[in-house]
């Protein structure tokens, strides 16, 4: 026997920009920042409520001889480091 599910699109799209939401996005873009921080790696912090939904971005490598290589693989432990 098979279920449909309705989506209610207009409620999710509500949850993405809510308040709960943007504190969380900020709180964990926080702390990947922190994580890459804590390797060295100059960061900076992007943070965006606009448009569609809720979005933060943690940007490294501005140091001296950073390459993409070892940028990804700071932000990627990062990512790691900022569950919980």
């Known amino acids: 026997?098979?279920?449909?599910?309705?989506i209610n699109w207009n409620v999710i799209h509500e949850l993405l920009k809510?308040?709960?939401?943007?504190?969380?996005?900020k709180r964990h873009t926080r702390r990947i920042d922190a994580a890459?921080?804590?390797q060295g790696s100059q960061t900076r912090i992007d943070f965006s409520a606009d448009g569609e939904r809720a979005r933060g971005a943690v940007i490294a490598g501005y140091e001296d001889g950073a390459t993409a290589e070892s940028t990804r693989r700071i932000l990627l432990g990062s990512l790691d480091g900022a569950d919980g």
Do not use: Y
């Open 18 to 25: 809510s308040e709960g939401i943007k504190e969380e996005v």
């Open 1 to 6: 026997m098979s279920a449909r599910i309705r």
């Open 36 to 38: 890459a921080s804590a």
